[in-house]
């Protein structure tokens, strides 16, 4: 063989292996991929809890606030309705 095969076949091995790490690379970032489409979908799914977790925690906190509505609407409810009978009392 001539000097000029050997360097051929020597370059060749060179590109050969430098092809094959970068497969390797390229299968690593598939990889790399996978995982991010995985944890974006997981992201996505937890989102959509916390939205309902947040939705059930206005409804709690609404429910206090409901009840004293309710009983300032009887006081007041009780206090004109006092007020009415002292005034129809006084009347008649």
Not at 3 to 28: F, G, I, P, Q, W
Request: charged fraction near 25%; hydrophobic fraction near 45%.
């Amino acid at each position: 063989m001539d000097e000029n095969t050997v360097m051929l076949r020597e370059r060749v091995t060179a590109l050969e292996s430098s092809y094959a790490a970068l497969l390797k690379r390229v299968d690593h970032i598939e990889e790399l991929v996978e995982s991010v489409q995985k944890m974006t979908v997981e992201i996505q799914h937890m989102r959509e809890e916390l939205n309902g977790i947040g939705e059930k925690v206005e409804n709690i906190e609404q429910v206090p606030a409901k009840h004293w509505q309710t009983l300032v609407s009887a006081v007041l409810g009780a206090l004109a309705g006092g007020i009415c009978t002292m005034i129809l009392t006084m009347l008649f």
